[in-house]
Every structure is written in structure tokens, then in C-alpha cells.
């Protein structure tokens, strides 16, 4: 099992940037792929990165390409994502999900059984 805890999140001006943390628990934590999804309101939960067990396969959604960068750290059981160059449509709620695998990291939600709580992010015009 993976317990995820959400950070980070807040109120920034269009072109900042925001730093989320994705703090997990768990054994499983460091053989598990890690995805960032968001939900603005009255949409669906949508992939926006993700990163495999060691690091070395990223994927990113396109509109996210080149702003977003996901990393890891297994050594602190941290997964990051830095967002650079925030517009108002990226505005939602960041969640970070978790799968035990070795494989590639999934980019759908129904992949993914280990949810944080989420971490608000909201970019003003």
C-alpha cells in the first residue's frame, strides 16, 4: 500500500511558477509509477504527467510540454512537479496517483489505485 499526501498548491499570477510535492508512504513507493492528474471544476480528472519506478520514462500531456517537468527522488519518497510558465487554464486540483510497476508509467486514471487528496492550484489572469 501507498499513502500520498499532496503540497504546494496555491494562488499565483499567470507566468508564475508552482513546485508540487507528491510526499509518499509505503514500501511500495520506489517500484511504483507515480502520475499528476488534475480536475478543474465540472471536468474530468485528466492526465498530466508521469514518471516510471526509477525515473527514466517521463510523459507529459502536450499542453503541459516544456512547462512541466516531473522528477523523483526514491531515497525521500518524493515525487515533484514543476510548473513553469502557469496560465489560467491550468487552474484545478493537482492529485498524484500511484501503481506498483515496473513498467511503463500509465496515463489513465483508472490505472492508478493509490490517490493523494489533492492540492489546489489556482492562476489568475
Known amino acids: 500500500q501507498v499513502l500520498l499526501v499532496e503540497s504546494g498548491g496555491g494562488l499565483v499570477q499567470a507566468g508564475d511558477s508552482l513546485r508540487l510535492s507528491c510526499a509518499a508512504s509505503?514500501?511500495?513507493?520506489?517500484?511504483?509509477?507515480i502520475g499528476w492528474f488534475r480536475q478543474a471544476p465540472g471536468k474530468e480528472r485528466d492526465f498530466v504527467a508521469a514518471?516510471?519506478?526509477?525515473?527514466?520514462?517521463?510523459y507529459y500531456v502536450d499542453s503541459v510540454k516544456g512547462r512541466f517537468t516531473i522528477s523523483r527522488d526514491n531515497a525521500k519518497n518524493t515525487v515533484s512537479l514543476q510548473m513553469n510558465s502557469l496560465k489560467p487554464e491550468d487552474t484545478a486540483i493537482y492529485y498524484c496517483a500511484a501503481e506498483p510497476t515496473y513498467g511503463s508509467p500509465p496515463r489513465t486514471s483508472a490505472a492508478y489505485d493509490y490517490w493523494g487528496q489533492g492540492t489546489q492550484v489556482t492562476v489568475s489572469s
Open positions: 509505503g514500501r511500495s513507493f520506489s517500484s511504483s509509477a
Open positions: 514518471i516510471n519506478w526509477a525515473g527514466g520514462q517521463k
